[in-house]
C-alpha cells in the first residue's frame, strides 16, 4: 500500500504516494527528477548518494522515502544559489577536485558537513571525514585540496 | 538493489509499536536508524512482511546524567553519543567508541539501541557495554525490564530481548578519564576485526578495577577475564600489561574470515588490549 | 608549432561545471517516454548445467512486457565475440552466447531477462524465474585448471588452456648457464592476484529501436563507441549504418568499460522484440559478478645476473586467468601488453617467456588500468630487489647500472619493441632527492622504534603507452586500428567545434584538446567545444584506453589544426592580396611581415571562408579539415616511483610514510590534470600492493561480492604523494606527448611492495604476495622468525 510523505527539498515541497520499500535515492531520482545525486555501492560504503536531511550528510541508498516524510532535504543541484557555485563547488573546480565526476555530488554533501564540523580542517580531519566516501579516480589529493580551498573561502562565513 | 515489498507502520508511541510486535510477531521488522536492517534487505538476506519504523517515537534520544548513572535514549544516534557533553564528562568510553563507528554520515543516522539490538559482534558498542556493565532496558507488553549487559549477547545477532520487546534504554555508570577504545577496522566494510574497549581505575600507582570488553573476535562481544584478573592490584608497566594481555583471547573462539584467520585475530586481540590498556593508563 | 600559454597551463577543466552542479547525464539518469526496464537473472552456480527454466509466474506477474530466455535468442543474437585474435598461439575461441541456454559457466552468468514497467517490478519478477540447475563441478584456479581431472568448461578448448604464447629474444639458456656458473640465479614465484575495477558509476544501457526506420540507438557506459557500435552490428545483425552508440557522461572505466557485453546486446534485444525503449542499470553486486575483472597470474620467473648486479636474462612462465570467456581485448592482455615489456627499463639481452591462458569458471577478466603493463611492471621491479639483495648492492645502484642508457634509444629490446626515447637516470635521481632517500637509509640504519620498521621501495618504469600504429596492431591480432580521427570545425563566427574518436570519462580531454586546439588556431579556449561519444556525431574512432587518447587523438586533433591553419592561411593571403609564405600567424592573426597593420583575425578569414566570396583558386568554401592520424611507434613513458613505510611488527599495519612519483611523460598540456591522473594511478596500484583482491571459494562462489568485502581504499589510506616531473618529449609524436593514465599504477604496486619487503629485510622475510595484508605480514614475520629459533635451538 503506498503512503503519502512530503518533503522539502533545496527549498521546493513536494508530495507523492510512495510505495514504502521505495529508497530515498529513487524518490529523489526518478520520482522527483533530480538525477545529480547517484547510486554507487548498494551498501552504503560509497557515498555516491550522500545528501542532506535535516542538515546532517546521510546515505540516501540506506533510507526509506518513507522516513524522510516531513523533512529538509538538500541535494547537489541545491548548492548553487541563484547561479552562483557554492564554495565547495567552487574548491573542486579550482583545484581539479574530479575527474569523472561520479562521486563528486555526494563528496561536495559530505564536505558541507566536514565543514560545518571544522572550518579550518587539518588534512588528516578531512580525509578521515571523507570515510564515507570512496573515489576511484582522483586519489583524493585534489579532493582534499579542494575542501582546503572551500574552507578558506568560507572562513568567517557560515556554512551555508 | 530492491528490497522485497513490505507493509509500513510508522508508530508514534512504544505502546503502540509493541502492540504491532505482538499482531506481527516474526513477520516484523523494527527499523530505527535502518543501517543495520536496509543493507540486508536490499541484498533480500531479509524480507520482512511487516516494517515497524520506530524512528518517529518522540522521547528516545535524551542523554541524561542521573547521579552517577548516564541513561541513553535507544534512538540516540551514534554522532550524538560522540558529541553529547555529558558523556565526554561522565562516560567518555562511549563517545571514544562511537567516534569510530562507520563514517559521518553512518553516525548522523545509525542508533545506539540499533546497534546493540542487530548484536554484530563486529560492532563498536558491545565491548564497551561490557566493560562499562551497562544495562539495557526492554520495554514489552509488560513494562520495562533491565538487562544487564553480560546476559544481553546471546550469540551471533541475537540477545535477550524478547521478539515483542523493544530497547528503549541503555544505562552507563559515570567513570573516570581512564578509559580507553581502540579498533583494527576491516579495510573494507569499516567493523571491528578487533575492538577493544577498557575501563580502569587506578590509585596509588596501582590498577584497583579493570575491565575489558573484546569485540570483533568472536560471535559475541565477551570480557577478557584473564586480562582482568592478572592485572587488578598491579602496577600497569609495559611488561606486566603485555604479559597479562596474551590472555586476551583465552577460551574465546575466535572467528575466521577471508581477512583474519582465528589465530591472528585472537593475537590482535592481544596487542590491541595491550595498546588500550596502556592508552587509558596514560590518561590520568 | 606555435607555442602560447595555454599549452601547459594548469587551467580549470571545462567539463566541470556541469558536473559539479548535478547537471551531468549519465546513462542512468537518461529516461525516455515509455521506457521499461529490464533486470538479468543470473547463475548463482559457478557451473551447472540448466535443466529447465519457468517463467511463467513472472510473466503473469503485474508489470511484466516480457520475460526471454537463452532459447529466445538463438538465432537472433550471435554468440559474443573477442576482438583480439593472438597469432602463433593455438588461440581457441569458445562460443559466449548473449544468454545461457544449457550450460552456466561462471556465477553471474546470465540465463534470463526480465523487462517490466519499472526497475522495481522487473526485479521482483526476476526473481521469480525458476532456473533449475544440475550442478557441475567447478574450477576456479588456472594453474589447477589445466591438470589433468580438472573440470572442464568448453569442449573447444581441451584442459581449459585458450591459448599457449611464447615470446623468446637472445639466448636465455647461455646466460643462465653463464649465470649458475658464475653468477647468480634467482628464482620466485609470484601471485598477481584478482582485482575488481570498481568504477564507481556500474555499467548501464538504454535502447531504443525504431521499427520504421530499422535504427536503433543505444546510450550506454562505454569507453569506446566505435567498437561498440561495430561489435552490436556483429552481434545483433542491425547493419552498422543503422546503429548509432552514444556515450554519455561515464563514470569512470578503467578498462571495465572497454569490452562489449552480453548485457548489451541483449538490452538492444529486449528493445527490438518489445518495441519499447529499455533501460538496464547494474547494481554493485552484478558488477562485482558481470564486469569484468583485472590482472590474476600466476607466474614462476627466474633472473639470472652477474655478481655486479649485472642482469642477464628472464625466464619464466605464467599462467593468466580469462575467466569463464574471452572478453574483448582478454586474449591480447597478459600477453601482447605484457610480456612485450617485461624487461622493463634495463638492458636485458635474453629472454624466455611463455603465457599460457586459462580459462576458468570465474567472471571474465580483461584490462584493469594498466592492462598487461602493471604485472609486467611488478615481475621486473620485484626481481631487480631480489637480485639486489642477492649480489648484496642497493636498489638503486643496480638499477643505475642496467638502465638502457640515453645515448642508447631509439632502443630495441629483446622482446623486440624499439623504445622511442628515454632518460632513466635523471628520474632515478629526482626520485632519490626528492624522498632524501641518502638520509632515510641512514635512518633504517638506526633500527627499529617501538617496533615500526622503516623501508624504502623504488620502482623504475617503462611503459608501453599511445596505442599505438595500426600495422602493428594487426601484426599482433587486435581486431581493429589504432589510428585516431579528429575533425575541427571552424564555424562563420569563429567559433569551433572539435570532433574526436576518443571517448574520454574523467581523463579531462575536453579540456587539453581545447588547449591543442587554442594553442595552434590562437582561439580563445571558450571559443572552442570538444564533442566526443557519440557514433552520430564522430565519423569513426578507437576509444580510449591504453593512455592512447592524447598522444593518437590529442596528435590528430593538432594534425587537423595545422590543416585548417593552412588553409586558413591560403584565404587570409588572398584577402591581404600578399604571398603566403610572406605571412606570419601569432595569436590567432596573419599579418604580412614587415607591415603588422595589414593583418586579419582567424576569425575574419572563417567569415570569409564561409561568404566564399571571393577564394582564391582551387580553395573550397568552409573552413574545416579532419585528420585520421596513425602513429608510427607506439610512446614509452617512464619515471622512477618512491615510497617508505613503516611496518608494525606488532600488527603487520603498514604505514605510508611519504612517496615520490617522478613521471615523464613527454610534453605536458594541463600539469593540473596531468598530476590528477599521476594520483588517482598511485592509489588504484598501492589498494592492489596493500589492499585490494578478489577471491573465490573453491565452489566458484565469489567471497568477496560488495564494497562492504572488497577494500575500495579510502582517502585516510594515503599520504600527500609528492610529484615531480622530467621531461623528454616523443621524437615521433607531433606534439612531443607520451600518455600518463596508467603510469601511476604501474609504478606504484611494485614500489610499495619493495619497500614493505626492504622494511622486514632483517627478519628475513623476502617475498610476500599481494595484498600485504596485516596478517600475511605478520605470518610472514613469524614463520622466519620460528625458523630463526628452531636454527638457535639446534
Known sequence: ?160 | MIPAPFEYYAPSTVKEAIGLLEQHGDDAKLLAGGHSLLPIMKFRLAQPKVVVDIGRIGGLDKIEAKGSTVTIGALTTHDAVETSVVLQKQCPLLPETASVIGDMQVRNRGTIGGSLAHADPAADYPGAILALDAEIVATGPKGNRTISAKDFFVEMLTTALKPNEIITEVRVPATGKTVAYLKHPHPASGYAVVGVAVVLEISGGKCQKIAVGVNGVAGKAYRAAAVEKALTGKALDEKTVADAASHAADGADAASDLYASSEFRAHLASVYTKRAILKAASRT | MAVSSLFGASIRRREDPRLITGQATYTDDLRLPGMVYASIVRSPHAHARITRIDAAAARRHPGVVAVFTGRDLEGKINPIPTAWLIPNSDLKTPPHPALAVDRVRYAGDGVAVVVADGPYTARDAAALVRVDYEQLPAIVNQEKAVEAGAPQLHEEAPKNVAFTWKLAGGDAKAAFAEAERSGVVVRQRFVNQRLIPNAMETRGVVAKYTSGSGELTVWYTTQNPHIARFLMSVVTGIPEHKVRVVAPEVGGGFGSKIPFYADEAIVAFCAKATGRPVKWTEDRRENYLATIHGRDHITDLEIAARRDGTLLALRGKTWANLGAYLSTAAPGVPTILHGLILTGCYTIPNIDYEVQGVFTNTTPVDAYRGAGRPEATYLIERMVDLVAARVGLDPADVRRKNFIKAEQFPHTTAEGLSYDSGNYGPALDKALELIEYTRLRDVQKQGPKDNRYLGLGLSTYVEICGLGPSAVAGAVGFQGGLWESATVRLHPTGKATVYTGTSPHGQGEETTFAQIVADQLGLPIEDIEVVHGDTGAISMGWGTYGSRSTVVGGAAIAVASQRVRDKAAKIAAHMLEAAESDLTFERGRFSVRGTPDRSKTIQEVTLQAYLAWSLPAGVEPSLEASAFYDPTNFTFPFGTHAVAVKVDADTGQVELRRYVAVDDCGRVINPLIVDGQVHGGIVQGIAQALHEGAAYDADGQLLTGSMSDYAVPRARMFPRFVTGRTETPSPHNPIGVKGVGETGTIASTPAVVNAVMDALKSFGVTHIDMPLTPERIWAAIHKQSDKKAEVKAR
Open chain 1, 1 to 160: 500500500m503506498k503512503r503519502a510523505i512530503s518533503v522539502t527539498v533545496n527549498g521546493t515541497k513536494y508530495s507523492n504516494e510512495v510505495e514504502p520499500r521505495l529508497l530515498l535515492v529513487h524518490y529523489i531520482r526518478d520520482t522527483l527528477g533530480l538525477t545529480g545525486t547517484h547510486v554507487g555501492c548498494d551498501t552504503s560504503n560509497c557515498g555516491a548518494c550522500t545528501i542532506m536531511m535535516n542538515g546532517r550528510a546521510v546515505k540516501a541508498c540506506t533510507l526509506l522515502a518513507v522516513q524522510a516524510d516531513t523533512a529538509q532535504l538538500q541535494t547537489v543541484e541545491g548548492l548553487a544559489t541563484n547561479g552562483d557555485l557554492h564554495p565547495i563547488q567552487q574548491g573542486f573546480w579550482e583545484e581539479h577536485g574530479l575527474q569523472c565526476g561520479f562521486c563528486t555530488p555526494g563528496m561536495m554533501m559530505a564536505a558541507l558537513e566536514l565543514l560545518r564540523r571544522h572550518p579550518d580542517p587539518s588534512e588528516a580531519q578531512i580525509r578521515e571525514g571523507l570515510e564515507g566516501n570512496l573515489c576511484r579516480c582522483t586519489g583524493y589529493q585534489h579532493i582534499v585540496n579542494a575542501i582546503q580551498n572551500a574552507a578558506g573561502k568560507l572562513r568567517g562565513a557560515p556554512v551555508r
